[in-house]
C-alpha cells in the first residue's frame, strides 16, 4: 500500500514538472529569480524528448509499484498517461520531437508574454514616475 502511493505522488510530481516546464515562466511575472530555475527545466524536457531519453521518474515509478506487488509499464511517463488521451498508441520518434517542439513554441510563448508585460510595466513606471509603494 505505501509503495503504490508513494509511485502515485511520483506521477502527480511528475505531471507538476511537465506542467512547470510548459508554463512556469509565468512565474517570472511574480517573481524574476524563478526564471533562473525554470529555463534549466524547459531545456530539461525538450532534451528528454529530442533524444529520446526516459525522465528519471518514470523507473522510479515503476521500481514503486513493483516493490507494491505492481507490474510497472515499459514505456515513459508521457506515452503511458499522456499519449493516450492526446494521441493514438505508440510514441515514436516523430512524435517525440514534435512534443519537444511543443514544449520549445509554449515556452517561447509565454517568455513573449512576460517581456511584454515587462516592457509594459516599465513603460508605466516611466510615465508615472517610478513604481508605486
Known sequence: ML???????????????????????????????????????AAWIAVIEFQGWICPLTPLENLLRSAGGASGYEAG????????????PGLTRTIQFMLGGVAIAVNVAVY?????????RAAGNARTGGPRL
Open 3 to 41: 509503495y503504490r502511493l508513494l509511485a502515485d505522488l511520483v506521477v502527480v510530481a511528475h505531471l507538476v514538472f511537465i506542467l512547470y516546464a510548459l508554463f512556469g515562466g509565468l512565474l517570472g511575472l511574480w517573481r524574476t529569480w524563478s526564471l533562473c530555475v525554470h529555463l534549466p527545466t
Open 77 to 88: 511517463f508521457v506515452e503511458h498517461y499522456l499519449m493516450p488521451v492526446l494521441y493514438p
Open 112 to 120: 513573449l508574454f512576460v517581456l511584454y508585460r515587462w516592457h509594459r
